[in-house]
Structure formats: C-alpha cells, structure tokens
C-alpha cells in the first residue's frame, strides 16, 4: 500500500499545509516580537515568521493591564452558559419528541424544528428591540439567551434518541420507573456521546460569535473576547501595538485550539452531523 | 414498587412529555419565534430607533412601503435582456441542469438547486429603471449583487479546493491525519482572530505578503483598498477560513464509497485522477450539492469579513447585505427598512434551506 507514490503525495501535500498554517504562525510569531520592532519592520528574521527578537513582553503586558483577561473570562462565561443551556434544553426536548407520546406530536415536532430556517441576522433586530425594551442590554443572559433558543440541538439529540432500543424504556417501565427517571438515569448516560458532540458545536460557536455579541453588548465590560479584539482590531498600529494585538489574538483562539485538539474526533464528527443534517 | 416512588414517577407520558418540552418550548417561543413575527412587524412600520426608544408611540403602521423604497423605484421595467450576459448564462444553465436531469447524469435535487439558481439570475437582473426613473434606494441591489458575488467565489473556491484536498486526503494514515488537522486547524478560529491575521497580511506596509512582493523587487498592492482586489482579498480569506468543514464533509460522504470499486477498476488501471473522475466523483454528487447548499446558506450570511477588513469599501465594492442591515438599523437607525431587508434574507435563506432539506432527504 505504502509504496513510492505515496511518499511523494505527502511531500507534494505538505507544501500546500505550510503554506495554509502560515498566517495562524505568523500571528503567533509576530505576538512574541518587541512592539518597537514591528513599528519598523514585521520581517526582520525569515519574513518575521521566526520571533527574533523575542519577547514575552506583549503577554505579560495584556495580562497586567488592559481589558483582555476581563474579555476572556466574558466569554468563558457566556460560552459556558450557552453550552449548558443548550445541553439542558435539547436533551429534554428531544428526548421528549423522539420518545414520548403525546397528542399532536407530529404538528410540535414540525413546530419546534421549522425554526431552523431562520438565521441569526433575521431576527437580531426586533430581538435587540426587545432586549431593549426589558433593559436586559449589557448583561451575561442577553449574550447567552437568544442562542439557547435555536433548534438545532433538538434536532440532534431527537436524531441520536430516535436511534435507541425501545426495549430498554419498556423494561425500565416494567418495574415501576417514571417517565423524568428513565430520562433521567437510563436515556441521559446513554446520550454522553452525543451530548459531547453538542456541547463541542455550541461551544465553539459561542466563542467565535460575533454579531449579536456587537449588537447587545456595548459597554467594554461585556464584550467577549471575539468582540474585544474587533474593537482594537481598527487601530492596531497606533496605539495598541501590533505585537499586543497579535497576542490577544493568540489569546482569543487558545481555548477552541485546544477543544479542537484534545476533542479533535468530536469536533469533527459534530460539524459532519451538524453540517448534513442542520 | 411503592418506596421506590420519586418525584414524577407519578406524571403520565403526555405530562412528563410537557414538562420536558417546557423549558425549549418557553426560550424558542420567546426569542425565537416571538421575534420573527415582530420583525416582520417592524418592517411594515415607519420605525425610526432613537425616536421609538424615547417614545414608544413613534412609530407608524406605513404597510409594504420599507419594502418599495429598499427594493423597488420610480419607473422600473422588466427585459430578457437587461443584464445580457448574467440572463443568458442563467437561461443555458438552466436548460442544461433540465436535460443533465432527464438523462439521468446528475440528481433531481441538482437539477433544482440549478434550476432555481438560474430563474433568480434569470429574473431578478431583469429588473431596471427604464426613462426618468431611478431606485428609491441605489446601494441595495448592488449590495445584493456584491454578496452573490462573494457568495459565488467563496463557494466556487472552497468547494473546489476542498474537493481535491479530501480526495488526496482520503487516506487512512497518520501522516494524512496530520494533513487533514493542518488544513481543518483555521476553521476554529472566529472570524476576529481570521480578519485580524488577514489585514495584517494583506497590509502593504507590514503585509508579509507585502514583505514577499518587496524580496522580489516588486510594487505592494494595496489589497484592501483597491476596488480591483477588496473583494478577492476577502474571498480569499474566507477559503483559507472554511476549507475545513467542506473538506471534512467530502471525506464522510468517500468514506461511504465501497473500497472494492477502486479496486477493481485499479486492476484495469484505473488510478489517481481518473479514478477521481469516474468513481469518486459520481458517488459524490449527494455530498457535493449539500456542501454547495450548506455553503451558500452559510456565505450569504457573511458580515464578520466586510466590516471588519473593509467596512464595505472601497466605493461600496466589498459592501454586503448584512453589513447593510446592520448599518441601516444602528447606523442610521431606520429600523423598518432594516426589518424589512432582513425578511428578504430569510426569504432567501428559507428557499435554500428548503432546498437543503429535500437533498438531506433524497436517496441518492
């Protein structure tokens, strides 16, 4: 199988890879260089793609002051509050339509998922409006609420509970048990996999959201991190520094870097689920 | 059984069922649906967004009027042959995805996704001013126009590029697992982290693509700022930026080709390309439209790009529809044309999204 050929298609592949990773090394080299350095020049050793001269400087600094740790622990927040919004609202929902009998299922069903037509940007207005008039702006539940409600987690966790036996509801009813705890204690240990799956999508999304974060927050104290770096994006050769910018940057992508890594086979397997079936 | 009693072991299916829908139920009634009908129901008022907030009654009830003065104007006509060249192309792709689809050679789902394609391209560019007479408002059709541009290249780009890739990729060994996480790394990035990297690159001063023209003696060209590249520049960012999913989709759906075809057309030598035209290909085509489908969905949605690397400039080149909407509504705070550009959205994105749930259904 391994024969000559294929050698020379990973060599012939890995041109176009480094050439693909460049400008996420490059973020990453420019954010270790001295901003005084960059002012003048951003290709001092190999086209600047090597930080030398080296600096931790522009981490420390972002660390020490400025609002980027404030952006981070915002987006942690938002994120992980969407995530386990989103968990608690599907796998109930979706447990309930994919295994529950109940009258005019097929009716809430179509209901309930017809949603997933309509895009964010159709309704961000009348729902900033709304937000609005409640005075809910500038506020964690602003950022995390109107993401809980899109129906696309419904639809997975009905897909994934569809698939389940029958057979191990109708023992559990046998002896006794009620509906809440075989939902509880038999279907959600069972949905793990597909849970994770969830989680991972919502996750990553929330993290890298950014127009309604634009539109709702808009005081710097509830900005997330996606949000704070776009507001010192427009002036970063001036004041902020390039390096500085380049660092929270670096910031900003650590933590889905690191999902994606660590949970690269559920990152995966959550954007083929949701891209074919969402 | 009696002491093994908990809290709802006693609700009947039809009650647990209720009390688990309630809590997706209440959130998508209330910010979801409720918001959607309340857009359409701005979009039909004179709503202007400062006016309103200091005095709710500000407001005034103007019917189809936000629609006529976004998307219609004084004196429009119709001809086959407005845009001669758009009109044309859409007719003959229309009538080949009719006959690649009465012969067999590509899907029915294909054959509509074409086919509507081609009556939107067909009918639309149609429209324009005839003597004395202008659009109530100049920058939204061309702005329409710059998205299905944008959406046109993008998706062109990336469905190419990532069709070749998973094909070369598809390979089940270490080194192309390696590959496939390099090329999937950047789609995790949001899209600040990918405009940030992107505007210094494309920079003329600091650009190391800049850096690069200088090693060769060559004149930087100001990428972002010239009509002629703005657009390529973006289009080119958004490829390096979602490759990943499009990629990662093509290897699922060759994961479902039967190895023993390759092996058998390997014994009559059937190999590398040629098998990629005859047997990859072929069992693609479902894949294929649902990644161009998804792509299009996701593309015509594109804001994060435009505003953030151009702010829609040069001289409205790299303008888009949500860029529009965003700054008719906060900008110039004209809520109800705003709404009213946004139910042309989802028009849009509703078609599509159809279009995506007949092919997700189809079997092959």
């Known amino acids: 199988m391994l024969n000559r050929s294929y050698y020379w298609l990973v060599l012939a592949l890995s041109i176009p890879a480094f050439l693909w990773l460049i400008p996420t090394v490059w973020m990453i080299s420019l954010s270790f260089q001295p901003n005084d350095v960059l002012a003048r020049t951003t290709s001092t050793t190999a086209l600047g793609l090597i930080p030398i001269p080296f600096t931790i400087e522009n981490y420390a600094s972002l660390l ?68 609005a008039d409640l005075g809910w702006h500038n506020s964690y539940h602003a950022l995390i609420l109107p993401r809980v409600a899109v129906p696309i987690g419904v639809f997975l966790m009905l897909q994934f509970f569809k698939a389940i036996p029958k057979d191990i509801e109708e023992a559990a009813r046998i002896d006794g048990v009620g509906w809440l705890q075989i939902f509880w204690y038999v279907m959600l240990p069972l949905a793990r996999p597909a849970m994770m799956t969830l989680a991972i999508l919502t996750f990553l999304y929330a993290w890298n959201d950014y127009l309604w974060p634009l539109v709702s927050a808009r005081e710097p104290e509830f900005f997330t991190i996606t949000l704070g770096l776009a507001s010192i994006q427009s002036n970063f050769a001036q004041s902020e520094g390039l390096g500085r910018v380049m660092a929270s940057g670096v910031m900003a992508s650590l933590p889905v870097l690191i999902v994606f890594l660590i949970f690269q086979r559920y990152v995966v397997q959550a954007m083929t689920t949701g891209g074919t079936k969402g | 059984m009696a002491q093994g009693r908990k809290v709802g072991h006693g609700l009947s299916e039809r009650q647990a069922a209720l009390v688990l829908l309630a809590p997706f139920i209440t959130v998508y009634a209330l910010f979801l649906v409720y918001p959607f009908f309340r857009g359409v129901w701005i979009s039909l008022h004179d709503w202007n967004l400062l006016a309103v907030a200091f005095n709710p009654d500000a407001r005034e009830f103007v019917g189809v009027q936000n629609y006529v003065r976004t998307m219609w104007g004084r004196n429009i006509e119709w001809s086959a042959l407005a845009s001669p060249v758009i009109q044309t192309t859409s007719v003959l792709l229309a009538g080949l995805a009719f006959l690649g689809w009465r012969t067999g050679r590509v899907s029915r789902s294909t054959a509509l996704v074409v086919g509507l394609g081609a009556a939107i391209f067909f009918l639309l560019p149609g429209f324009h001013p005839g003597e004395g007479g202008r659009w109530y408002d100049r920058r939204f059709w061309p702005t329409v126009g710059n998205t299905v541009q944008f959406v046109v290249l993008a998706v062109s780009g990336v469905t190419i590029s990532a069709l070749l890739l998973a094909a070369a990729l598809d390979r089940q060994t270490r080194a192309m697992a390696v590959l496939r996480t390099l090329f999937f790394l950047s789609q995790t990035l949001s899209v600040t982290v990918v405009t940030l990297i992107w505007q210094i690159m494309f920079s003329p001063r600091q650009g190391l693509i800049a850096n690069v023209t200088n090693l060769f003696g060559g004149t930087p060209v100001t990428w972002l700022t010239d009509e002629q590249f703005a657009m390529a520049a973006i289009v080119v960012t958004t490829v390096w930026w979602s490759l990943g999913i499009a990629m990662i989709l093509f290897l699922a759906g060759m994961q479902d080709i039967s190895k023993d075809i390759y092996e058998a057309a390997a014994i009559d030598d059937c190999n590398g390309f040629r098998a990629f035209r005859y047997i990859t290909l072929p069992n693609l085509k479902r894949t294929i439209t649902l990644v161009i489908v998804l792509q299009i969905i996701l593309h015509f949605q594109v804001f994060g790009q435009s505003h953030l690397m151009t702010q829609g400039g040069p001289n409205d080149s790299t303008q888009v529809l949500v860029r529009y909407i965003y700054q008719t509504a906060f900008r110039d705070s004209d809520l109800g044309e705003a709404s009213a550009m946004a139910v042309f959205l989802f028009v849009i994105m509703g078609g599509f999204s159809i279009v995506q749930f007949i092919v997700g259904r189809e079997d092959i």
């Open chain 1, 64 to 131: 020490s002051f400025g609002q980027t740790p404030m952006w981070f622990l915002n987006s942690v927040v938002v994120a992980a509050g969407m995530t386990l919004g989103v968990l608690f609202v599907s796998t109930t929902a979706g447990y309930a339509l994919a295994r529950l009998d109940f009258p005019q299922k097929n009716t809430v069903t179509v209901i309930c998922l017809i949603g997933l037509m309509v895009p964010e940007q159709a309704v961000f207005i009348p729902l900033y409006t709304m937000f």
